[in-house]
């Protein structure tokens, strides 16, 4: 069973930056896709990294802020976050598929493994 742990949240004020870490407990054959769960809201995609490195953004809002990235030396996925709104505020949960596939899609039951998630906070 593959474990994902994520860190790196916060609170922060808007137009600042968090780097987020999802550590595997192997990562190589598998892509990773950061969600995010904001209060009332339905969960949703962000982006996914292909086990070969081809990004994905899901959501048009992130575009040009967020870079998702992977070290497979070190087992973990990162998302790089700039220029944080509050409207990105939320928790953060990474998520693979089953090992070999690539990036499935933004819908989160195409995801067989997750992390616990770790809360990212934007406000002033």
């Known amino acids: 069973q593959l474990k994902l742990v994520e860190s790196g949240g916060g609170l922060v004020q808007p137009g600042d930056s968090l780097r987020l870490s999802c550590a595997a407990s192997?990562?190589?054959?598998?892509?990773i896709a950061w969600f995010r769960q904001a209060p009332g809201k339905v969960r949703e995609a962000v982006s996914c990294?292909?086990?070969?490195?081809?990004?994905?953004d899901y959501v048009d809002s992130v575009k040009g802020r967020f870079i998702i990235s992977r070290d497979n030396a070190k087992n973990t996925v990162y998302l790089q976050m700039n220029d944080l709104k509050p409207e990105d505020t939320a928790v953060y949960f990474c998520?693979?598929?089953?090992?070999?596939?690539?990036?499935?899609?933004?819908?989160?039951?195409?995801?067989?493994?997750w992390g616990q998630g770790t809360q990212v906070t934007v406000s002033s």
């Open positions: 192997e990562l190589e054959p598998y892509s």
């Open positions: 990294i292909s086990r070969t490195g081809g990004a994905l």
């Open positions: 998520a693979a598929p089953g090992a070999g596939y690539g990036c499935p899609g933004p819908m989160s039951y195409e995801y067989r493994h």
